[in-house]
Structures are given as C-alpha cells and as structure tokens.
C-alpha cells in the first residue's frame, strides 16, 4: 500500500534553533499534502495545507512566518519551525491523498516526528 | 465547518469482552467518516472509512462501524478485543477525499487481561 515518510522521527533542539521536518510520499505523487500538530493526550489539528508549486495554506492561530512550509515537488514537503521554543514541543504527523477518484481517495499518514524544545 | 465528538476519552474492557467507542459528527454537507487507530509514539493507521453505500463498513483487526445518518454517528464495535488493541482511536470526518481531516478527541481503549 502507499506509504509516507517522515524524517527525523525526533529531534531534540535548543530554545531559539530552527528545525526541519521532511515529509516523503514514497511511492506515489501527491500534489497536496497536510501537516498536523498532537500535543500529549490530545487529538491532530490541522495546522497547514502544503501545494505543490504554490504557497502553503495555514489554519487560524498558525504563524505561517513561524511554521514555514515548501512543497518542493510531488513526492516532498517540509515543515521548518523556526526559532523553535519549548511551546513548540509537540508530534508532528503529515499527511497526503492517495489519489483514485476524488470519492475513494485515501489519506496516508506519516508515523509522526517528535519535536523536543529545551 | 465539521466537528467531531468523542463521548469516551477512555474505555476501559477486559480481553475477549465486546466494545463500542462512540462517535457523533456535525456538518452541514454530507461527509466522508474515518475511524484511525494511534499506537504510543506513532502515526496513524486507517482502520475504516465510509464514503458512501451499505451503512455497515469492515474494517482492519475485526472491526467494524455503522453509519447512522439520522443520528449523526459512525460508533466503532468490535465483538471480541484482544490485549493488542490498547490503543487511541480517533474518529475523523472529511467533506472529500483529498481534503483534510476533522478529528475528534479520541479515545483511549485499554484492553485489560
């Protein structure tokens, strides 16, 4: 079945660092692709709708000059947080659409990354 | 906008005892519903999905879900549980299939021996 990566599943950064998250679908295209924050014992939200070749679209409350997010190609998207604080300590999963017909279409998860802020 | 309401935040059941973990929807179009399973510190897993036709869908792992228009719910059973499926379950809803997710705030399944 289809299958999506995540790179690093967890990092550890000091306060004020930026780190980047890579999303991958490894074995089909996906011209969009969504990214979601879960803090500890809670559910997803959205945070952003990543497109390829255009800009990112962002959820109410979400920086988007924090959060920066390049869909660089089909397969490819990246979530940069940048100058991370420990608030930003969270698991963040991406998503993307196996496309069929736009009513049997599949979203495939990531397996998540683990955002340590000290 | 869609909202997804999970009545449980925990189940507690012992192995090989049926369960039911509920969920209730709201949206003013019509909706693609999910149900996604959440081992500790790792992505999702789709467990079923409805988009459309028989009101009873199979999923993974021996469970199933009934969607109920009228009540506006899509409860998730399964008749007999194992250790194995303590886990988080979230239901989610989705006005199409290449849009995002709609997630309620799941359900913590612990499977008891």
């Known amino acids: 079945g289809a299958v999506v990566s995540q790179h690093p599943s967890w990092v550890i950064c000091k306060s004020g660092t930026s780190v980047k998250i890579e999303c991958r679908s490894l074995?089909?295209?996906?011209?969009?692709m969504f990214w979601y924050r879960q803090f500890p014992k809670q559910s997803l939200m959205l945070m952003a709708t990543?497109?390829?070749?255009?800009?990112?679209?962002?959820e109410q409350g979400v920086e988007k000059d924090k959060f920066l997010i390049n869909h660089a190609s089909l397969t490819l998207s990246t979530l940069t947080v940048t100058s991370a604080h420990p608030e930003d300590s969270s698991f963040y999963i991406c998503s993307a659409p196996h496309t069929g017909t736009p009513s049997t279409d599949t979203q495939y998860f990531g397996p998540g990354t683990r955002l340590t802020v000290l | 906008a869609q909202s997804v309401t999970q009545l449980d935040s925990q189940v507690p059941v012992f192995e090989e005892a049926p369960v039911e973990l509920r969920c209730n929807y709201s949206s003013s179009v019509s909706v693609y519903l999910f149900w996604y399973v959440q081992y500790p510190n790792q992505g999702l897993q789709l467990l079923l999905k409805y988009l459309s036709g028989s009101t009873l869908v199979k999923g993974i792992n021996g469970f199933e879900a009934e969607f109920n228009k009228s009540q506006t719910s899509f409860h998730l059973r399964k008749p007999s549980v194992h250790i194995s499926d303590t886990a988080e379950y979230f239901c989610?809803?989705?006005?199409?299939?290449?849009?995002?997710?709609?997630f309620g705030s799941g359900t913590r399944l612990q499977v008891q021996p």
């Open positions: 989610a809803v989705s006005v199409g299939g290449r849009r995002a997710l709609t």
């Open positions: 074995d089909f295209q996906a011209t969009t």
């Open positions: 990543s497109n390829e070749g255009s800009k990112a679209t962002y």
